[in-house]
């Protein structure tokens, strides 16, 4: 007979083959079989995806496994400032010089890493020309 997971004072972690892995930005916590659900994914704001949400067991799991040296999940990245979409990092593409983050866009690509790349130089450029010319319109003068 199997489990139901329906009240935080009905599960005991202690007996449970419980185990943790980091996907993503979020840790999946496996329960084991013998729970249902057996599969809990616990975000960063500490909420869980059943339905449950904070008040879910698997999140107290993380704080333990934190606590006892697990790997953290990795903070979630800014969205692509070209559209807007999740972007993963990309460490190919991490700037040797300029220390920047390398990535790619979920729906453009490394195209949008590129194209958000280009928009920078582009604005710097804009900037280096604004500050020659009022240079030259105050040396004309
Ligand atoms: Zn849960
Ligand atoms: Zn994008």
Redesign the pocket.
């Known amino acids: 007979m199997q489990d139901i997971?329906n009240q935080k004072a009905g599960i005991d972690l202690a007996d449970r083959p419980t185990r943790i892995r980091v996907i993503g930005h979020t840790y999946l916590?496996d329960f084991g079989p013998s729970t249902q659900?057996r599969f809990?994914t616990?975000n960063k704001q500490r909420s869980?995806?059943?339905q449950?949400k904070e008040n879910?067991?698997?999140i107290e799991a993380v704080a333990e496994y934190l606590r006892n040296g697990g790997q953290r999940a990795p903070d979630p990245m800014p969205p692509c400032p070209i559209c807007g979409a999740e972007i993963v990092r990309d460490r190919k593409w991490d700037g040797k010089y300029t220390k920047e983050l390398g990535w790619r866009c979920t729906v453009g690509g490394l195209r949008h890493f590129l194209d958000a790349k280009a928009e920078r130089i582009k604005e710097a450029l804009r900037r280096n020309q604004t500050a020659v010319s009022e240079h030259e319109s105050a040396a004309g003068r």
Request: hydrophobic share 40%; aromatic share 0%; charged share 0%.
């Open positions: 997971l916590v659900p809990h616990v869980c995806s059943c449950l879910c067991p698997a």
